[in-house]
């Protein structure tokens, strides 16, 4: 497939041209002085060349920013906005474990009340990661429509779709594992009820629910098995499979929308997806 060659840096972030009587501190005037926000611009510039040297991490945040991708679609943002709503979760979920204790015996349940009613901001953030959680599955299933109708997992995308179709199931697995965390009534019959279905799947139901309740009976260590799917194991998965599917993205580029005809050009535009 013929690649698109890489843009050049954005005029904004290439480096200003020295103007006549500028010196060599960067100072228009000449002074030598250097004001305090030319230091600060200084600093940063240094600190910046200076792991670049280290590292030449530059060259790989090039290919992977500055990319042409089709001009102006609000669609092509569903991906990103699916990105953001993990982030936000891993985010308020990363709060939420310094005061959750995933204790079977009443712990659990007291210590989403301690968040909920008396944690500084305890509810906010709860709440934040309550509905993230639904936003998230609604983004997916969005982003997952907008691939599929402009046939973005076809040749050479296939592995990107499928990367995708075991990012949304992850996804789900999120929503399940956390659903028992408060350990109030709602989520223990839930859960029981949703272990029962993942039991009369052919087969396998039967290991599988017995891993989800880490025995034959919903006991004490349940909700561990939980916790530490929902903490560990499958954030764990998503963020490998999310660097897998942006590579991807980036290696492969963006699919132009379906109405653009054969023998035109895309409109394309530098920009971050
Ligand atoms: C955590 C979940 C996911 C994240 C963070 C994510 C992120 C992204 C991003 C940022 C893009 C760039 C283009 C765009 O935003 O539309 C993209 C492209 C793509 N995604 Fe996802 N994605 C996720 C889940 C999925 C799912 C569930 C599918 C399908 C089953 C999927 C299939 C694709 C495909 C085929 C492309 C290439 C699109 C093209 O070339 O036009 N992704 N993804």
């Known amino acids: 497939m013929p690649r698109l060659p890489t843009p050049p840096i954005p005029k904004v972030l290439q480096p200003k041209p020295k103007r006549p009587g500028q010196n060599g501190n960067g100072n228009e005037h000449g002074s030598g002085k250097v004001s305090p926000a030319e230091a600060a611009q200084e600093a940063g510039v240094t600190v910046v ?25 609000w669609f092509y943002t569903l991906g990103s906005a699916t990105l953001f709503a993990f982030l936000s979760q891993t ?4 709060f939420l474990a310094m005061y959750y204790r995933p204790d079977a015996t009443g712990g659990a349940y007291e210590s989403m009340r301690y968040i909920v009613d008396d944690a500084f901001l305890g509810q906010f953030v709860r709440g934040m990661h309550k509905w993230g959680a639904s936003v998230m599955v609604i983004l997916i299933f969005l982003h997952m ?68 309740r880490a025995g034959p009976e919903f006991g004490a260590t349940t909700l561990s098995r939980f916790y530490a799917i929902h903490m560990l194991l499958v954030p764990g998965l998503i963020i490998a499979l999310i660097s897998v599917h942006l590579y991807l993205v980036a290696k492969l580029g963006i699919t132009a929308p379906p109405w653009t005809k054969p023998d035109e050009e895309p409109e394309l535009d530098v920009a971050e997806v």
């Open 145 to 212: 429509g907008r691939t599929f109708f402009f046939g973005a997992y076809k040749y050479p995308r296939e592995m990107t779709w499928i990367i995708g179709v075991v990012l949304l199931i992850l996804t789900l697995a999120m929503s399940f594992t956390g659903y028992l965390l408060p350990f109030d009534d709602r989520a223990y019959w839930a859960t029981i009820v949703g272990v029962n279905i993942n039991g009369t799947a052919p087969f396998l139901g039967p290991y599988i629910s017995d891993f989800l």
């Open 49 to 73: 060349d200076w792991i670049d040297e280290r590292t030449s991490l530059s060259g790989g945040l090039r290919w992977l920013m500055f990319r042409k991708v089709p001009h102006g679609n």
């Open 91 to 94: 985010i308020t979920g990363v």
